[in-house]
């Protein structure tokens, strides 16, 4: 089977190198990192193409990022007869938009945060004064993981009320915001595969979205991530499905929205039980770094299946661990400098059980790896445990190096 992965980042690089096990993987566009060996490559080859996706022919067409997802890319290609996974445009719009998903919530009964959507200042300062801490503003639209303040200051809060309506934090995405009531508890991702009806859930895991050691400094898109995850049971697990992801799906169908593709449940582990965070369209990124690599059964097929709408079984993991550190540029996240050499990559692929995959990298003239984002690379380390996979991650990310590089030094401690 020849597959077309749409992306750049280190999520694609995840799920090129795992369907590489059984597939001919194109990727489209890419980076330079994943036409070298990263440590978790399967037999098939991949090629890395600046073709568009619509001008390559293949059997299934997986699509990374929300961005193309929600400019309806999956829907030109269906309708170009082609099989995809990945929603149209109008299932993107849950993630597109904060106020669509919390309207859909509520008409699934899903559990979720109290909210409400403002595009003045003066009535949102009201709501927000009603609150109590955490108090939670986050943009309508798409800001890159980066559009939520979660803060117990109100004064602060208040202030990033007015940054964001008046357009100077997150232009026209910020124009309309939404305030939540603040949840209290641990955060689990479920990566849920869904055929237009039903859904399976991959293995759990847990991401670290502040930018420094023990939670502290602004949101990123996620300095890392770990799998499995050691309170998520199956028991919870199956709970999640039946009381969040499935009525998604079915309140989706009602829409008349035939909805395949990944939906990523961002959850709130509260006293009160599982509450969704949010939703994202896609693949979590760096969640899908350590939860591809732990598939036993075939990824190509679990995606192709559901592209068709005809989801059967479920999809089996090893029993052992993953963890990826984000090693990001120097500025990341507020202002990322890029163009820096890239050193130590062959020595980081050597160490036992680690794998390297590439996120924002380019190369330069002569042919060496630069950095070209924020998140730069990610360090992944495989192991019999969690302790054991996150020592050969920092074993291996110990030789990689460019100037002003930095990581989290806590990924998967506080488990
Ligand atoms: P989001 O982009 O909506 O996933 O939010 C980013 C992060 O902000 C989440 O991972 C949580 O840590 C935090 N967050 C978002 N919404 C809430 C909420 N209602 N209560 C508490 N924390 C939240
Ligand atoms: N890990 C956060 C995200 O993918 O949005």
Redesign the pocket.
């Known amino acids: 089977m020849r597959v077309v992965v749409v992306g750049s980042g280190g999520r694609e690089h995840a799920l090129a190198a795992v369907l590489s096990r059984d597939a001919e993987v194109v990727v489209t566009p890419g980076n330079p990192a994943m036409s070298r060996a990263s440590g978790l490559d399967g037999s098939g080859a991949i090629t890395v193409t600046d073709a568009g996706p619509e001008q390559i022919d293949a059997d299934l067409y997986v699509i990374g990022p929300e961005a193309p997802l929600v400019d309806g890319l999956a829907d030109r290609l269906r309708a170009a007869g082609r099989s995809v996974f990945g929603p149209g445009a109008d299932g993107a719009r849950l993630e597109g938009s ?1 106020a669509f998903m919390k309207q859909l919530l509520l008409e699934a009964g899903v559990p ?2 109290q ?1 409400r959507a403002f595009d003045a200042p003066d009535p949102a300062i009201a709501y927000l004064r009603e609150r109590t801490p ?1 108090y ?1 503003v ?1 943009t309508d639209g798409l ?1 890159a ?4 303040l ?1 803060t117990d200051d109100l004064a602060a809060a208040e202030a990033d009320v007015r940054a964001k309506l008046a357009g100077e934090s997150f232009g026209d995405a910020g124009r309309r915001i939404v305030i ?5 508890g641990t ?1 689990l991702s479920i990566l849920a595969v869904c055929d237009g009806t039903r859904a399976v859930a991959l293995a759990p895991a847990r ?1 670290f ?2 930018v420094g050691d023990g939670d502290t400094g602004p ?1 990123t898109g996620g300095m890392g991530a770990y799998s499995p995850v050691a309170e998520a049971t199956p028991a919870l697990v199956d709970e999640i499905m039946a009381t969040i992801v499935v009525p998604t799906v079915s309140a989706l169908r009602v829409r008349g929205i035939d909805y395949r593709g990944v939906l990523y449940a ?1 959850l ?1 582990l509260t006293a009160q039980g599982p509450k969704i ?2 939703y ?1 369209v896609r693949f979590g990124d760096p969640e899908t770094q350590v939860v591809v690599p732990r598939m036993t059964s075939s990824l190509t097929e679990l995606l192709a299946s559901a592209a068709a709408g005809e989801l059967t079984g479920e999809p089996t993991f090893d029993d052992g661990a993953a963890v990826t550190v984000v090693a990001a540029s120097e500025g990341y996240p507020a202002a990322p400098r890029t163009g820096d050499v890239i050193d130590g990559l062959d020595d980081a692929i050597a160490v036992t059980g680690a794998a390297v995959l590439g996120a924002g990298v380019g190369a330069d003239g002569d042919g060496r790896l630069v950095t070209a984002g924020g998140r730069v690379l990610d360090v992944c380390g495989f192991g019999p445990d969690l302790a054991t996979a996150r020592g050969r991650a920092y074993e291996a990310l110990g030789y990689v190096s460019w100037p002003g590089m930095h990581h989290r030094n806590d990924i998967a401690t506080a488990s």
């Open positions: 904060k979720t945060a909210h955490p939670v986050k800001a993981g980066k559009g939520v979660v939540e009531e603040g949840m209290v955060e991401d979205k502040r949101n961002g709130m965070i949010e994202n």
